[in-house]
């Protein structure tokens, strides 16, 4: 699986970004994406993944970012992106897209297989 991530730059505090990161060489459908964060000095962590099964969706997020970041997907053009809102200094971070064949909760707890390059957000104040 390759991915794709775009969408990054500079937005002030209060305000909306959207990444988006397109799949390409396996079926998409099958595999759980995310998206992960890694602020400057600190580890990388989760923010919020999603799976498709069945024509259903069920997506998981960080407590950090419930109620202000949505993640979708759109099977026909291969794409998951991530609304964010409300945007926070503190979600200045190079975010990253990540793939697996998992469950939308437990790429929480485990590192994906596939991971996309990264892209800058930062959130001025």
């Known amino acids: 699986v390759q991915l794709q991530a775009s969408g990054g730059g500079l937005v002030q505090a209060g305000g909306s970004l959207r990444l988006s990161c397109a799949a390409s060489g396996r079926t998409f459908s099958s595999y759980v994406m995310g998206w992960f964060r890694q602020a400057p000095g600190k580890e990388r962590e989760f923010v919020t993944s999603?799976?498709?099964?069945?024509?259903?969706?069920?997506?998981h997020y960080a407590d950090s970012v419930k109620g202000r970041f949505t993640i979708s997907r759109d099977s026909a053009k291969n794409t998951v992106y991530l609304q964010m809102t409300s945007l926070k200094p503190e979600d200045t971070a190079v975010y990253y897209c990540?793939?697996?064949?998992?469950?939308?909760?437990?790429?929480?707890?485990?590192?994906?297989?596939?991971w996309g390059q990264g892209t800058q957000v930062t959130v001025s104040s």
């Open positions: 990540a793939a697996d064949r998992t469950t939308a909760q437990a790429m929480a707890l485990m590192p994906p297989k596939y």
């Open positions: 999603v799976s498709w099964t069945g024509g259903s969706t069920y997506s």
